[in-house]
């Protein structure tokens, strides 16, 4: 497409302003050449369910830097701006990893640990966790009997749910929480000895029953009642196809385990190979209870995952190939995502990252919400849950006090780039 200049202008800057909307500026002492939008660029269909001006934010967004925009780099080769969504209640209502663990143990597909020894299943799990389950779950032959053995199944899902016991001790300790959750991990590290395909077949299955089920179902495992059904969300079905479209290379990075991950965001537009989550290593073709590592943790340590600062991590690893302690750091702009979307504190060191919009969907939880709202640079966009949004928080976030939660577990205020602390933040942006 040809344009005619009456006078050499200063370049357009591209900005973010407003309530993240993002706008073009340019200077006024020479005429700017007039660009009309081609016909086929790629715009949302789904309008329903979006809060305020976010839609317009997000198609303004795609316009930019999309293959229709003049916001992207050129000078990049070729390179596609990249997007990247959490999984669990950002592209889908409900837990894939829960619904994976909850068909497992239905089906009794858990693998007696070795010599039963349920340390092997986490280097993070407490002496008093590892004694109740192998006191509720005796080695009794290569898999677990929990489809019928209630006592069982109750104490792993009570570790694995709620973190504790089923008597309330504490399941697991000694970890860095800005790296890990010994409680996500645990459901890729049980799936010791399947293989990948074999743990793709279960997550289908739970897949189809969660689907079917409508919405508000809960099942039965053991003696509890867990939530049984799972949506996708048409926005983001939307949002995801309308990137793609745009020319932007858009990737799944989620703390559920990679094989299930990869099951469900393939039907969302995501191939395996832009899905990012827990890896195991692998022995003789069967996973092992052993995690790989990124940045300057080996393969085996078990001490990151994509969680918080693990999602920057293998995000920087495995999109813009980062290797070694450079990984675990903050990158340059120009090896950033544009965009991302969260809906939780693990997804917050992704999102800040983030160079043109942060997409937060309201869970209610504490950090991302101090930082959505306070919104210091005017990229955040906050919208309530599509399915079931939650109604308006009672009390103000605590962003100035236990907002924020340390390396060692301790809580603590959330802090701007520059250190000083977020004031609390009052729930604006909710259900009716």
């Not at 309201?362 to 599509?386: H, Q, S, T």
Request: glycine share 10%; hydrophobic share 35%; with cysteine.
């Amino acid at each position: 497409m040809n344009f005619k200049r009456r006078a050499v202008a200063a370049a357009a800057v591209i900005a973010v302003a407003g309530a993240g909307l993002v706008t073009v500026q340019a200077t006024a002492e020479a005429t700017q050449p007039v660009r009309s939008q081609p016909k086929d660029c790629p715009t949302l269909t789904v309008t329903k369910g979006w809060y305020g001006d976010n839609k317009a934010g997000l198609q303004k967004m795609i316009d930019t830097y999309g293959r229709c925009g003049e916001g992207r780099d050129k000078s990049k080769r070729g390179a596609k701006p990249v997007a990247v969504f959490d999984w669990d209640n950002t592209v889908i209502k409900n837990d894939v990893g829960d619904a994976t663990m909850y068909w497992l143990l239905r089906n009794s597909k858990i693998r007696t640990p070795h010599d039963g020894d349920w340390h092997s299943t986490s280097r993070y799990l407490t002496d008093p966790a590892a004694e109740a389950l192998a006191k509720a779950c005796p080695a009794t032959g290569a898999t677990l009997p929990t489809r019928r053995d209630t006592d069982c199944a109750d104490q792993i899902a009570s570790v694995y749910g709620e973190g504790t016991t089923t008597g309330g001790d504490p399941a697991f300790a000694g970890y860095d929480h800005r790296r890990m959750e010994p409680q996500y991990a645990w459901l890729a590290q049980l799936t010791r000895g399947w293989s990948t395909r074999q743990v793709k077949d279960f997550a289908a299955a739970a897949r189809k029953e969660n689907l079917a089920a409508p919405v508000g179902t809960e099942q039965r495992v053991g003696t509890g009642t867990f939530t049984g059904w799972v949506r996708y969300y048409d926005q983001q079905r939307d949002l995801i196809r309308t990137l793609q479209k745009a020319g932007f290379d858009v990737y799944v990075v989620s703390a559920s385990p990679e094989p299930v991950a990869e099951v469900w965001a393939k039907s969302a537009g995501v191939d395996a190979r832009h899905t990012i989550g827990i890896r195991n290593t692998t022995a003789r073709g069967k996973l092992t209870a052993h995690l790989k590592g990124c940045g300057t943790v080996r393969d085996g340590a078990d001490s990151m995952i994509t969680y918080i600062d693990g999602k920057r991590c293998w995000i920087n690893q495995e999109i813009y190939g980062v290797r070694g302690a450079a990984a675990e750091k903050v990158q340059p702009a120009a090896r950033r995502q544009v965009f991302a979307a969260g809906d939780s504190d693990t997804d917050i060191s992704f999102l800040r990252d983030a160079t043109a919009l942060r997409l937060v969907l309201n869970r209610n939880k504490n950090e991302i919400m101090c930082r959505a709202y306070d919104n210091g640079d005017r990229r955040w966009l906050v919208n309530p849950m599509f399915i079931e949004p939650k109604g308006k928080l009672a009390k103000p976030y605590p962003c100035a006090t236990t907002g924020y939660t340390e390396r060692d577990g301790k809580q603590g205020p959330v802090r701007r780039a520059d250190g000083s602390v977020i004031p609390e933040q009052t729930d604006t942006v909710h259900g009716p």
